[in-house]
């Protein structure tokens, strides 16, 4: 993910910015993300952008480790009031810093982004205990109108609006999480944008 670490610090700012299309959907995620994880755990998040999910998510658990490959997006995070708990790091997705192992990693929509789905998810397992959470929300762009997925984005893509995609499937990408190791709990999407597919899988104890 290092080729795009340029993109994202550029969008930064706009990032920041934009607001929550769906913040329904949005609490419903994170409640049931808080809901599985417990006061003693140890979470790495990748991925984090600027930091609102984690600065949310990190009161309930032990300590929270939030790391994404782009500076500007980790200079934004940490400009937030966040709990005492909760530390920001720059790292890419494959090499994230902390000290494993972890209780769970949690990984919102960074999986489609990724130069290596297999690598970053067997990474992931790598730095679960066993018994550990992966908690992810990926775009399923495969799953998209094919005059979205090959008319719209790559129009944007050649503009510098959107960056390489992955083009997974829902079915895709929870096959591709069982063969790194996982057993997935749970699957599903919410509210109206049923293209963002939350997976809840475990490192087998």
Same mark, same amino acid.
């Given at each position: 993910?290092?080729?795009?670490?340029?993109?994202? *610090?550029?969008?930064?700012? /706009?990032?920041?910015? /934009?607001?929550?299309?769906?913040?329904?959907?949005?609490?419903?995620?994170?409640?049931?993300?808080?809901?599985?994880?417990?006061?003693?755990?140890?979470?790495?998040?990748?991925?984090?952008?600027?930091?609102?999910?984690?600065?949310?998510?990190?009161?309930?658990?032990? &300590?929270?480790?939030?790391?994404?490959? @782009?500076?500007?997006? #980790?200079?934004?995070?940490?400009?937030?009031?966040?709990?005492?708990?909760? @530390?920001?790091? #720059?790292?890419?997705? *494959?090499?994230?810093?902390?000290?494993?192992?972890?209780?769970?990693?949690?990984?919102?929509?960074?999986? &489609?982004?990724?130069?290596?789905?297999? +690598? +970053?998810?067997?990474?992931?397992? *790598?730095?679960?205990?066993?018994?550990?959470?992966?908690? @992810?929300?990926?775009?399923?762009?495969?799953?998209?109108?094919?005059?979205?997925?090959?008319?719209?984005?790559? #129009?944007?893509?050649?503009?510098?609006?959107?960056?390489?995609?992955?083009?997974?499937?829902?079915?895709?990408?929870?096959?591709?999480?069982?063969?790194?190791?996982?057993?997935?709990?749970?699957?599903?999407?919410?509210? @109206?944008?049923? &293209?963002?597919?939350?997976? #809840?899988?475990?490192?087998?104890?």
């Amino acid at each position: 993910m290092t080729s795009q670490r340029g993109f994202w *610090d550029r969008m930064a700012e /706009r990032y920041a910015a /934009r607001p929550i299309k769906d913040v329904a959907a949005y609490e419903a995620m994170l409640a049931d993300a808080a809901g599985r994880l417990s006061p003693s755990d140890r979470v790495l998040e990748i991925g984090c952008g600027t930091g609102g999910t984690a600065i949310r998510l990190a009161p309930g658990v032990a &300590h929270w480790t939030a790391t994404d490959l @782009s500076p500007e997006m #980790v200079r934004i995070a940490s400009a937030k009031p966040a709990p005492p708990n909760l @530390s920001f790091a #720059v790292a890419d997705a *494959d090499l994230s810093t902390g000290e494993p192992p972890y209780d769970a990693v949690c990984a919102f929509l960074i999986l &489609h982004l990724v130069d290596d789905i297999r +690598t +970053t998810l067997s990474t992931i397992r *790598d730095r679960l205990k066993p018994g550990g959470l992966l908690l @992810s929300k990926t775009y399923c762009i495969g799953d998209m109108n094919p005059a979205l997925r090959w008319g719209v984005i790559p #129009v944007l893509q050649r503009i510098g609006w959107v960056p390489p995609i992955k083009s997974l499937t829902s079915q895709q990408l929870r096959a591709t999480i069982a063969e790194a190791g996982f057993e997935i709990e749970a699957s599903r999407t919410f509210g @109206s944008n049923r &293209h963002a597919h939350y997976v #809840v899988a475990r490192r087998p104890a």
